[in-house]
């Protein structure tokens, strides 16, 4: 079985930001799980990455993060990202499937 991993960015508000960054972390926070949820339920495995603090640059954390767990596929996205398949999509002709979205993407980087 090929084994898909998901991680999903999703840095907290700085430490005295104010209420307007915490709301917005809030909400953030929110839909990194319900994306989560919805990746696990297709299969996936999936991993939210909260501490984003250090001095190691967004390559060096992605290579550790995937070197560490070795997947077949890989979907990184913040948590702020958009839903991919909502509800009432009638153009959802691949029904989530990975076989589907891995075409898609591939037919995208072709145009």
Same mark, same amino acid.
Request: hydrophobic content about 45%.
């Given at each position: ?5 998901? +991680? +999903?960015?999703? #840095? ?20 990194? $799980?319900? $994306?989560?949820?919805?990746?696990? $339920? ?43 398949? #909502? ?21 995208? +980087?072709?145009?």
């Amino acid at each position: 079985m090929t084994r898909v991993d998901v +991680i +999903i960015f999703h #840095p907290r508000a700085a430490s005295g930001a104010g209420p307007l960054s915490d709301a917005f972390a809030a909400i953030r926070g929110r839909n990194a $799980q319900r $994306q989560a949820l919805g990746f696990r $339920q297709g299969g996936a495995e999936v991993t939210v990455v909260e501490d984003l603090e250090g001095n190691a640059s967004f390559g060096r954390r992605v290579r550790d993060l995937v070197g560490a767990i070795a997947p077949d596929g890989l979907v990184l996205l913040g948590s702020g990202s958009v839903q991919w398949w #909502p509800r009432g999509n009638k153009a959802n002709k691949f029904e989530k499937s990975w076989t589907g979205f891995a075409a898609l993407l591939d037919e995208a +980087i072709r145009r």
